[in-house]
């Protein structure tokens, strides 16, 4: 898992990374409200780092739900994916009572894996306050083995992302 710690006005107008924050941000459909709780601080009053992470995670997990590709209750051994990488880029701090949401797309399908793109974002004014992507890989954890990505998912996520599987 790589994790780069990037500042506000530390990339030119016209860099990769930028490009990279825009065109996710335009791309992504599926947004997930979170609640930034006190115990997700630092000692610095900032959203811990870590927390970046866990907020990517539950948006998935709400946008395989939605998707219908998972239920609450469902065991998460039937899910079939897995965590393969991660990336978080932090552009601005989140503070205690800040209303955030979380955004998901799948912009990538392979044979086994997946690119999602994820945004932490400001609720009301769409400041993005982190830019990232994890690649899932679909997993059979009973035989402990990478699977083709199931076409039921794959019909589903490109069906919702608008594009051909």
């Given at each position: 898992m790589s994790i780069e710690l990037y500042s506000r006005g530390e990339f030119a107008h016209n860099s990769p990374l930028l490009a990279f924050i825009i065109d996710a941000m335009s791309e992504i459909k599926f947004f997930h409200p979170i609640e930034v709780r006190y115990g997700d601080l630092d000692p610095q009053g900032h959203l811990n780092n870590a927390k970046y992470l866990t907020y990517f995670e539950q948006a998935r997990i709400r946008y395989f739900v939605s998707l219908e590709l998972f239920e609450p209750g469902q065991s998460f051994m039937d899910i079939g994916v897995i965590l393969a990488e991660a990336k978080v880029t932090y552009l601005a701090p989140v503070?205690?009572?800040t209303p955030v949401k979380a955004g998901v797309c799948t912009c990538k399908l392979g044979n086994?894996?997946?690119?999602?793109?994820?945004?932490i974002l400001h609720a009301e004014t769409g400041e993005v306050y982190a830019s990232g992507?994890?690649?899932?890989?679909?997993?059979?954890?009973?035989?402990?083995?990478?699977?083709?990505?199931?076409?039921?998912?794959?019909?589903?996520?490109?069906?919702?992302?608008?594009?051909?599987?």
């Open positions: 503070e205690y009572g086994k894996s997946m690119t999602v793109k994820q945004s992507y994890v690649i899932l890989v679909t997993f059979d954890y009973h035989t402990q083995k990478t699977i083709p990505i199931p076409v039921e998912m794959r019909e589903k996520i490109s069906a919702f992302e608008g594009y051909n599987s």
